[in-house]
């Protein structure tokens, strides 16, 4: 059974800095893209960043390229997003998602996805 679970979210001022963690088990990860994406109230679920368990390969989505970093620890199984800078405009609901490497399909598109987790709350205030 694959679950994928957050963590780390919250409130933080404008400027500050979070590190959501995605902690992941039932799958083969070398063989896993993990991805982050978010959704605002009232928006569409966003693509923010993926990485490719096997190479380490990253992929961000251009309003958050140089501000937010995700890596992988192969030791614990986890995703990490590190979010620095933030804006109100990252206030979100961030969800971590998986989905196997060999399939075709963009990784920036959420539909090309599998197994998703339940979603951490991130606040950023003005």
């Known amino acids: 059974q694959v679950q994928l679970v957050e963590s780390g979210g919250g409130l933080v001022q404008a400027g500050g800095s979070l590190r959501l963690s995605c902690a992941a088990s039932?799958?083969?990860?070398?063989?896993?893209?993990m991805g982050w994406f978010r959704q605002a109230p009232g928006k569409e679920r966003d693509f923010v960043a993926a990485?490719?368990?096997?190479?380490?390969?990253?992929y961000y989505a251009n309003p958050v390229k140089g501000r937010f970093t995700i890596a992988r620890d192969n030791t614990k199984i986890t995703v990490h997003l590190q979010m620095n800078s933030l804006k109100p405009d990252d206030t979100a609901v961030y969800y971590c998602?998986?989905?196997?490497?060999?399939?075709?399909?963009?990784?920036?598109?959420?539909?090309?996805?599998?197994?998703w987790g339940q979603g951490t709350q991130v606040t950023v205030s003005s």
């Open positions: 998602a998986a989905r196997p490497t060999l399939y075709s399909g963009s990784y920036y598109d959420r539909r090309n996805y599998s197994y």
């Open positions: 990485i490719s368990w096997s190479t380490g390969s990253t």
């Open positions: 039932g799958l083969t990860f070398s063989t896993y893209v």
